[in-house]
């Protein structure tokens, strides 16, 4: 299957900064990617769909100005928590979609956040 | 509103039992994709099936999507200490993927 790589895999920050993730594909271009937010042993929750070349589409609920996303290349998306406070504490993924008939996505192996 | 609702939440078995996880929905998907998580990682794709009434196999893995294309099931048999993580199922709508609440699978050796 697709490789989807996701940097970095942790980290901690304190309560006020940003934090930015990255989320790549390795072995095929993906015009759209997506995040995805998960809780403990709950499924995934989608965030939003990030096109190339193009703005991010929220969910309902999910606030754009703090969770900025970027979608510069064919392979890379990026997604920018800004002003990070304790509840945005959560492990995130991406994912990219493969241009196939069956689109299927292919999960990045997920960023632990966890803001002090 | 769950979209696609997947039973059982929970399922805690001994090795070599066989065991069923179902999805089911009241809307039609173009096709239906099945992963497994292991913890602190991301879901790994396991299959996707695309035409109704179509059966995949894989090892010990049988899946199986409704001929309506509302619904699948996985099936494992023979249930092994390392198929233990969390099991989602995810229906296409558009470019989106509409996901089950998942099925944690416990084995216990």
């Known amino acids: 299957g697709a490789v989807v790589s996701q940097h970095p895999s942790r980290v901690i920050c304190k309560s006020g900064t940003s934090v930015k993730i990255e989320c790549r594909s390795l072995?095929?271009?993906?015009?759209?990617m997506f995040w995805y937010r998960q809780f403990p042993k709950q499924s995934l929750m989608l965030m939003a769909t990030s096109n190339e070349g193009s703005k991010a589409t929220y969910e309902q609920g999910v606030e754009k100005d703090k969770f900025l996303i970027n979608h510069a290349s064919l392979t890379l998306s990026t997604l920018t928590v800004t002003s990070a406070h304790p509840e945005d504490s959560s492990f995130y993924i991406c994912s990219a979609r493969d241009g196939g008939l069956a689109g299927e996505q292919f999960f990045g192996p997920g960023t632990r956040l966890t803001v002090l | 509103t769950q979209l696609l609702e997947q039973s059982p939440q929970f399922l805690s078995i001994q090795e070599g039992e066989n065991l069923t996880v179902y999805c089911n929905s009241s809307?039609?998907?173009?096709?239906l994709q099945w992963y497994r998580q292991e913890p602190g990682e991301g879901p790994v794709l396991l299959v996707t099936?695309?035409?109704?009434?179509e059966v995949k196999k894989l090892k010990r893995l049988t899946f199986q999507f409704g001929d309506a294309r509302k619904d699948s099931s996985l099936h494992i048999t023979a249930a092994q200490p390392g198929d233990t993580g969390l099991y989602l199922c995810?229906?296409?709508?558009?470019?989106?993927?509409?996901f089950g609440a998942g099925t944690i699978l416990r084995v216990k050796s």
């Open positions: 995810a229906g296409a709508r558009g470019n989106k993927l509409v």
């Open positions: 809307s039609v998907f173009s096709s």
């Open positions: 099936v695309v035409t109704g009434g």
């Open positions: 072995d095929f271009q993906a015009t759209t």
